[in-house]
């Protein structure tokens, strides 16, 4: 009551204000310079940012740029070729079955079984589909459903860099703080002792990747054994973040933290069917975890998106049976790693071992001081091709005169880049 009779009276004065004459004609009119009592009580309020260090990601950055010099996009990692047409048309089939309304939350009972088997027939542990696997939104929401799960204000989540970009805004949006150790450089190992060094009795989680963007190395059996043994004695959850998991090459096996009984007990594992099969933009993925985990984990899953695209869903369901699908995979990206590399010799680049996912690191300061943002971006200017700087997968951007490539790419699309960069460097 004391607002509106303060509003009324305002109001009042304001009209009576208007009222009065203010030329010599007699009409009455508004002053030029008259700022109406009201519209300065109602000014729209300020937001403070809870991220005021992150603007527009790089890889939006650069895939604008690339398109608006005619560039060729290696930056950004998304396939060019298409996506096999059986499952499109599975997709389809599903779509005209009537499958077009909310999947269960925790995602369609036939894919999760159907990645139960995957999993069991991959890494020898057969997960409870109904208790311990989620289907969620992409890879992307998974890791932010399970930072958000276990991390509480001033908590500390050890991340190592370089990091994929959506760590650490994920664990800042929950409160939590991000401690960052460096992969040794230059063969981005883990360096145990750091990482021993890096826990606290706050210490949260531990966030891994493997293989890894967007170094390309990947984690073996015996990393695996280590971080078992630093976990054990500690209360701290393990966050792996698989999406590349098909994609190890050399005949390597991708070590998944699943195969590791002391590991998965403490740990969401994320992957991405995106990735596998060659569709990213149509953001599907799962975590896979005990089930005192999923619990908390679906928790926050079901006031993200609740549920997920469901005519893929039906279709992954029926495809994962294909397990050439995902089996070839190794191959099929080594072939275009050897192809891009292979190019790559006739460039003035000095390529880093690829070992898994499908980015190679390309080396450049031999070639000029510029700092590796800026050199991203004159590269995409003048020369035609889009890569990522590696600094920004930084906090404190660590500048090694690295760029990313991504070569999940048609041939001519490769050839096309690397002839420019050889006549043109």
Known sequence: MVFWAFFAGANQCFNRKMSKTHSVTGRTQQPDNHVPLIQSLLTSPTLPSKLPHVGTTVFTVMSRLAQEHNAVNLGQGFPDFPCSDELVSLVAQAMRDGHNQYAPMPGLMSLREAIAQKTERLYGHAPDPESEITVTSGG???LYAAISAVVRPGDEVIVLEPCYDSYLPAIELNGGLPVCVPLRFTDFS???DLLRAAFTPRTKAVIINTPHNPT??????????????LLRDTNAFLISDEVYEHIVFDGAAHESVLRHPALRERSFVVSS???????????????????????????VHQYLTFSSFTPLQVALAAYLRRTDAYESLPAFYQQKRDFFTNLMQNTPFKLR?????????????????????DYAIRLTKEIGVAAVPLSVFYREKTDNKLLRFCFAKREKTLEKAVERLAKRL
Request: aromatic share 14%.
């Open 140 to 142: 992307t929401e998974a």
């Open 190 to 192: 883990i360096d145990f």
């Open 216 to 229: 390309g190395t990947v984690l073996r059996q015996a990393d695996m054994n280590q971080l078992a043994n």
């Open 273 to 299: 069917f995106g990735k596998t099969y060659h569709v990213t933009g149509w953001k599907l993925g799962y975590c896979v975890a005990p089930k005192a985990l999923t619990t908390e984990f679906r928790k």
């Open 353 to 373: 071992p690829c070992a898994g996912s499908y980015f190679v690191l390309a080396e450049y300061g031999h070639l000029t001081d510029e700092n590796d943002y």
